[in-house]
């Protein structure tokens, strides 16, 4: 990454050598008796020994970035069972890294590498499968599922039976059904519940596997920002619950592990930089933006991919960093392992990587002109670094 580094300063990227949430899919994976996925395991020794208790529980809090942890639950539980600080993967976001956790795999290897992304001829959402570009009614959910997940469910391979607690909304999907595979999908409604149904199955004397999705925490700071006083609220509620199982975990020969797929920075509304809004730039492009408002991944027109990097670099350098797709992917940054087929179409010509505090956007005719107070997939710090936190009964 020695190039990104110039082109970049002072960006953080991911480690897939031992200090990140690849490699604790791997430990974990090993663990619980699963395969072994060929990556390198996590070097800190917090999951040493896991899986000889009965019951071994991840769950997994969206958005809940180191910086959130420190700033928000200074005094939380959660912080005081912080293990390590560990990197998430790249892009630090929703798809890739609940991917690579339900999967075990890197982004390089499910190629889920953004909010937004090219399959087939559509640019389309990956996790609620409707169609950005060119936009439809829906109902071709279930087919584009078919033809995009590529990466094999992990949960399912445990040497244990393994359970899923999902929000209620997303426990049926297409890609909650993929990804589960053969493993059990218990729906919960609000936090109060899932923790609910996940302490009353600690009792059972079989062992098990358990996997509990939190969003509460990401949607909101999506909505009100990272450092608003409802995050600070809801991350007392959800350090309440946690507390409270570990009382019952300590009863069931439970060990549970708390992680993040990413964390958070805030979104300015002085620093959201319309790509669109230059003609002479946007109409070197074949397609609309993919990605995400804090990385873009840019499909240029044929002929047009040089002097849209040109341009670029010109016009938007003040907001973002432009590198081209090839470097960027050649670069190691999403992973190793064997690159998905669509991996190298989807990261484009050009990439668009945000500077601090800025993010990027088009808007589609029929779209509304996003806007976020709260924001990741980018390589601030802040966004790349998650808690570890650990609880061994």
Known sequence: MADLATLCPGAAWPDYQGGGLLNLMQTLSLELGGPDLGHAPLASGALAG?????????????????????RLGPDSRLRALQRATISSVFPPTTAAAVTTVLTGRSPAEHGLIGWHLLHGEEIIAPLPLYARHPADAGGQEQHRADTLYRARPMFDR??????????DF???????????????????RGLADGFARLARRLADPQPAFHYLYLPQLDTLMHEQGPDCDAARALLAE?????AALLDEAGRCDAA???????????????QWLDVDADPELYGLLARPLSGETRLA??????????????????RLGHAC??????????????????????????CGDAVLIAKP????????????TLRLAGVHAGVHPDEQAIPLIVYRG
């Not at 549970?256 to 979104?267: E, P, Q, S």
């Not at 590198?323 to 669509?342: Q, W």
């Open 297 to 314: 991944y840019c499909h240029a027109k044929p002929g047009c991919a040089a002097r849209f990097i040109e341009l670029a670099r010109q």
């Open 50 to 70: 896991i899986g000889n208790h009965r019951h071994v529980c991840l769950i997994l809090i969206d958005g809940l970035g180191d910086a959130q942890l420190r």
């Open 238 to 242: 959800i350090d309440a619950a946690f």
């Open 158 to 167: 445990l040497a244990r039976p393994a359970f899923l607690y999902l929000p």
């Open 256 to 270: 549970v592990a708390a992680i993040a797929d990413h964390g958070f920075v805030a979104a300015p509304d002085a």
């Open 321 to 346: 960093w432009v590198v081209e797709g090839s470097e960027l992917r050649t670069s190691g940054v999403f992973g190793p392992g064997p690159a998905h087929p669509d991996l190298a179409r989807r």
């Open 357 to 368: 505090g800025w993010n990027l956007r088009d808007t589609l005719p029929g779209e509304k």
């Open 170 to 188: 997303i426990a049926y999907s297409p890609c909650s059904r993929h990804h589960a595979g053969h493993a059990e999908r218990v729906a919960y």
